[in-house]
């Protein structure tokens, strides 16, 4: 008996009715109906008649061979032609499917480590299954989510869509937390309800948890736009506590004596304290040792407690520093001494949360502002842990601003992500919002294409113009070209939101029923969605600024360009929100794992190219690249006249050497320069190398200067994060991004 061998090697009977529906089935995508059934019949006994004498096994590419020889010689070519794209299409799934599956056992065998996210451990467990999981989903999302325009963006390295295996479940980016309302009105989960925070103590507990919880119903990050704000209440409540037992214990007061000298809102510094003093100082005393134990849980749970698959945890920002009043105060200090303390027994600096100081003029900018010592303080943190970073509550972008309202100061992610002025009625209020999905803009590939005319039928033409007069060409096309992309990339930020507001609002239960997504109104999560961001990112200014005129943006002409292509950005983002009436906004992506596919994927297609492509990873966002020599105020003077168009989340930062631990005179000096030039958020890298046998800090190569040991911890900032040693958490790209970053050095008047 005739056998088949099917391309699994597994061996089965002639069938001719598989050949007459394969032959049926082209016949019907060229005529829409079947016609010629007999047709169909004839050939497959032509074929069943020529392979009698052949040997007693055939394989499947042999018959479909001699169908499309049968069908050739036919009078039906159209069919055959059908057939062939047939074949072809069922071949190309094939080829797709044995890459995925290869790509997926690599995954799960952990023999592929990407390092796409610096705080996931792809070889543990847990990282081999969110990872395996991660490929399966993406590739449903781009195979059956998404739109053959956004496809084709993603797939040509033109447009970036993060996070795809997110998209796949509709899930959406990052959340500024109401923590105001849900320490003071409680929360319920899954499986109970949690009371309102009694004491300080509780509180700081309860923020860990939020943050925790929260960070499963997103991909992104999550925050704390007030910290020291929210927690005023909680101090008072510990300090009442604390002087009630003063009262019963050192001044023996009666319990109902106890009572009546005991205000239920009164601030630590309340005359109605300072009747008893030993009891006063008793509760005080007391009070800072359980803020700072407090601030310690916290700090320890937010760095031990994975609540993300490969041991990830969950990415935590805290804003704080305005708070004026004592409690507050009190609340700035215990987290920057814990910050400066660091963590373990080693004293390790802490990865999360991301601590950001708020700067705002007349609270803690100068000698005689109430919190002035509090920044002295901060600029002491980050000489020593690099955190905490800076969030300028002046800034021009978040003009409009309450100055009795901290829930309207500006406040940012770790990362960068921020929330601009929301056209839906919340304003400046950053509480309950966030980034709801962003895209990004590669635009190397973009000024590429735009230059690259050997394929255009105006080749001819353009090979006879001049330098000038083709530089020229290039920016035109480019910026048409970018236009065109601009608003594809709103389109695909339209299609995802639309995605993630159909799913119901069970599928984030804690964080609608809850009220952390403000807005909420019971009926449909696009009610409190609409008050989040949708964020069109970019790549690369650098390269595609060397690509359309030969130098950067640290130039004067690069810098005229550049500002044309931010212009373009800014001003269609607000034609978009103002159509659509959503939050559309211009975003410095932070690319960590981006900046070395999108670079891998250009060299494959356009080679090494000077100054373009001769790196493993292309700039970040509007950044100076990492290579080039200056002084800090120059580079802050660069990125400060680009940073204005971004309401979406911008980070500058510069590179110090490890003697500025000793002047923090100079870091006050470099922040204030930053704030004073408007930038909207800044940070200074300092290297923090720690040695995990001695516990010796300061810069240092493969090994202790101390005690000569090699287990070193090497901590470097990603995006705006921290991440563990980056030789072994970063991915290529960004290892060799941090290899090629320089000191920025020299004085204010170079």
């Not at 109906?33 to 047709?39: A, C, K, P, R």
């Not at 507990?205 to 997103?218: D, H, K, N, P, T």
């Not at 109605?272 to 006063?280: L, Q, R, S, V």
């Not at 004026?324 to 303390?341: F, H, N, Q, W, Y």
Request: net charge negative; with cysteine.
């Amino acid at each position: 008996m005739l056998q088949v061998k099917k391309r699994n090697g597994i061996l089965v009977p002639f069938d001719k009715q598989r050949i007459v529906n394969a032959i049926n089935k082209a016949f019907i995508e060229v005529d829409g109906i079947l016609y010629e059934e007999d047709t169909a019949k004839d050939i497959a006994d032509e074929i069943k008649y020529s392979v009698k004498t052949a040997d007693d096994i055939i394989s499947v590419e042999e018959i479909q061979d001699m169908i499309e020889n049968f069908l050739m010689r036919s009078e039906r070519k159209d069919v055959a032609k059908a057939y062939i794209r047939y074949r072809y299409k069922r071949e190309m799934v094939r080829s797709s499917n044995d890459d995925f599956i290869q790509a997926f056992s690599e995954k799960v065998s952990g023999s592929s480590i990407e390092r796409q996210n610096a705080n996931v451990d792809e070889l543990s467990f847990g990282g081999r299954v969110g990872a395996s999981s991660d490929l399966q989903m993406k590739k449903y999302a781009l195979d059956y989510c998404v739109s053959d325009m956004a496809r084709n963006n993603h797939r040509d390295n033109e447009i970036y869509i993060h996070d795809l295996s997110a998209y796949a479940v509709g899930m959406h980016n990052c959340l500024s937390i109401p923590f105001d309302h849900l320490l003071a009105d409680g929360f319920n989960t899954r499986q109970t309800d949690v009371r309102p925070a009694g004491s300080v103590n509780t509180a700081f507990q309860l923020v860990a948890v939020i943050f925790q919880l929260e960070s499963l119903q997103q991909f992104g990050g999550v925050s704390a736009t007030h910290l020291d704000w929210t927690m005023v209440p909680y101090v008072r409540k510990s300090f009442r506590k604390h002087y009630i037992e003063g009262l019963k214990y050192i001044e023996n007061i009666s319990d109902k004596e106890l009572f009546d000298h005991i205000p239920d809102t009164a601030g630590i510094e309340d005359n109605e304290y300072m009747i008893y003093n030993k009891a006063y100082q008793y509760a005080l005393d007391m009070t800072v040792k359980e803020v700072h134990q407090a601030v310690e849980g916290m700090y320890h749970n937010l760095n031990t407690l994975q609540s993300r698959s490969g041991n990830q945890l969950p990415f935590t920002s805290i804003n704080y520093g305005t708070c004026t009043l004592p409690e507050g105060r009190m609340v700035i200090k215990a987290l920057l001494d814990v910050s400066i303390e660091g963590l373990g027994k080693l004293h390790k600096t802490s990865i999360f949360p991301c601590g950001i100081f708020q700067c705002m003029k007349g609270v803690n900018q100068k000698p005689g502002d109430p919190n002035y010592d509090l920044f002295r303080l901060a600029l002491r943190s980050t000489a020593t842990r690099l955190y905490p970073n800076y969030a300028n509550v002046d800034w021009s972008g978040n003009a409009g601003y309450d100055p009795n309202d901290p829930k309207t100061y500006f406040s940012t992610m770790g990362c960068r992500t921020a929330n601009g002025w929301d056209i839906n009625g919340m304003g400046q209020t950053k509480d309950g919002r966030g980034n709801i999905c962003p895209v990004t803009i590669i635009m190397p590939t973009l000024a590429m294409e735009a230059v690259t005319l050997k394929n255009d039928d105006k080749w001819d033409e353009f090979k006879s113009l001049t330098q000038e007069e083709r530089t020229k060409v290039g920016i035109e096309r480019f910026m048409a070209l970018l236009d065109q992309k601009i608003h594809e990339a709103k389109d695909m930020l339209l299609e995802r939101f639309d995605y993630i507001c159909s799913q119901p609002a069970e599928s984030a239960k804690f964080m609608y029923e809850n009220g952390l997504m403000a807005g909420y109104d019971g009926k449909t999560t696009r009610s409190a969605l609409k008050h989040g961001t949708l964020a069109i990112g970019q790549l690369g200014l650098a390269e595609t600024l060397q690509i359309l005129i030969g130098q950067d943006h640290t130039t004067s002409q690069g810098m005229e360009l550049a500002k044309k292509i931010e212009q373009l950005f800014q001003d269609r983002c607000a034609t978009f929100k103002q159509q659509y009436q959503l939050n559309f906004g211009v975003y410095y992506t932070p690319a960590e794992n981006l900046c070395y596919t999108a670079m891998t994927k250009f060299k494959d297609k356009y080679g090494e190219i000077p100054n373009v492509s001769d790196r493993d990873y292309f700039t970040n966002s509007i950044h100076v690249p990492v290579w080039k020599k200056m002084s800090p105020f120059k580079k802050i003077d660069i990125e400060s006249q680009l940073t204005g168009y971004s309401s979406a989340g911008c980070i500058t930062y510069v590179e110090l050497d490890s003697g500025v631990k000793n002047n923090i005179d100079a870091l006050e000096t470099l922040v204030l320069y930053a704030m004073e030039h408007d930038i909207p958020y800044f940070a200074i890298n300092v290297p923090n190398d720690t040695c995990l046998e001695c516990g010796y800090m300061d810069e240092f190569n493969d090994h202790c200067p101390v005690c000569g040991s090699h287990h070193i911890q090497q901590l470097r900032r990603v995006t705006g994060y921290l991440t563990g040693n980056y030789t072994t958490a970063f991915n290529a790209g960004k290892v060799a991004e941090a290899n090629d970053r320089v000191k920025h050095s020299g004085r204010l008047e170079e």
